[in-house]
């Protein structure tokens, strides 16, 4: 890969994350914009992640069929238009169908990013690339989750749709052009399935994506109701997140080289339970923002080292699984995500939901090691 192509990767990842992280800290706000109530606004969370993770299935097969550059650039245009049209929606209503095809042509920047990453770099500069594009995301999350504090919220969309733009002049003139083609489009993650550890490993992500964005998308709405909290102080509890995920994969190459990628994610999973447990336990608002430090750190952790896990596949399952991966983390993300707010708008309430979380990421934490040493 070309250092104008990684670059231009670098700026994608910035483009796709900005306003990711920053929606869920945002439902307040635009719930009262639109004159909806929080319950229905939490939706433009998981109306993204699904067609997301729905959609990211098909990148990798189209890959086998289309040159990755004609790809990106279909997607960048997309995603370019779609942000510019979320941010001008006259109601809600629209607004959720822009997010809805938001997520349909956002899907393929991470999976065609991992195939490249794959199949046209070598050695050690392959966990090189993908450390920097994760920290590059994370950075950029940060930023859009701090500054949806301060701006107006469709500033907040504004920023991408401009980024995209420029990422579709940029691409055009040079973006090499990463020629894959082998065969006609086919589906063919029935083999990857088949594959033991590749299984094993796709149900900790699943799982783990469920889990976290079923509490994270519905945080925002809970500081909200539960300590009447106003978006500043909102976008700072997703802010110290977001900077302990920044914080601790500078040094997850460290961690890696001396606990190994399974110690890492299991002990991830574990932090996030902690965390769980305080929102369940505390009715102090300080203690919940600061404890928050534990749920960026667990989740910087386990997703880093099931990242590192899945660049380690063999060659022949790495492109299915660069999709799969995608596809589970935002599609059961996204259920997770509606799985929350279902539960959380329910008679039982936010604490059923801490406490379905709590457990079931404990269980996953202690057990992970066994499920992925296969």
Not at 150 to 173: H, K, M, R
């Amino acid at each position: 890969m070309s250092k104008k192509s990684f670059l231009i990767f670098c700026l994608i990842f910035i483009a796709v994350s900005f306003s990711l992280s920053a929606t869920a800290a945002l439902v307040p706000t635009i719930a009262e914009y639109f004159g909806a109530a929080k319950s229905s606004a939490v939706r433009l969370t998981w109306i993204y992640m699904l067609p997301y993770g729905l959609f990211a299935f098909f990148w990798g097969p189209l890959s086998r069929s289309f040159t990755v550059k004609k790809l990106l650039l279909f997607s960048a245009v997309g995603f370019s238009v779609l942000n510019l049209a979320f941010s001008l929606s006259a109601n809600i209503s629209q607004a959720f169908i822009f997010r809805f095809l938001m997520g349909c042509v956002a899907s393929g920047f991470v999976p065609l990013a991992f195939i490249v990453v794959g199949k046209a770099v070598v050695g050690p500069k392959k966990a090189s690339n993908l450390g920097s594009f994760f920290a590059i995301s994370t950075i950029s999350a940060c930023s859009g989750v701090f500054l949806s504090g301060f701006l107006p919220w469709q500033v907040i969309y504004l920023i991408p749709a401009v980024l995209s733009g420029l990422i579709f002049i940029l691409s055009l003139t040079h973006l090499e052009e990463f020629d894959f083609r082998k065969e006609k489009f086919k589906l063919s993650y029935l083999e990857t399935f088949k594959n033991k550890q590749a299984l094993n490993l796709f149900v900790a992500i699943g799982l783990g994506s469920f889990l976290f964005h079923a509490l994270q998308q519905n945080l925002g709405v809970y500081l909200s109701e539960r300590f009447f909290l106003k978006q500043s102080a909102i976008s700072l509890a997703f802010t110290v997140s977001t900077l302990c995920v920044i914080l601790v994969r500078l040094f997850t190459g460290f961690l890696s080289s001396r606990l190994g990628n399974l110690k890492i994610v299991s002990i991830g999973y574990i932090l996030m339970g902690v965390f769980s447990a305080v929102l369940l336990a505390s009715g102090n608002y300080r203690l919940v923002i600061l404890a928050v430090i534990l749920w960026g750190t667990g989740w910087a952790l386990s997703h880093t080292g099931l990242s590192a896990h899945l660049a380690h596949m063999p060659d022949k399952l790495l492109r299915d699984a660069s999709s799969i991966n995608s596809s589970l983390r935002l599609g059961l993300g996204g259920l997770g995500a509606f799985f929350g707010g279902l539960l959380s708008s329910s008679v039982v309430g936010f604490k059923m939901l801490f406490i379905i979380v709590m457990v079931s990421l404990f269980l996953l934490g202690f057990y992970s090691n066994r499920l992925l040493e296969v």
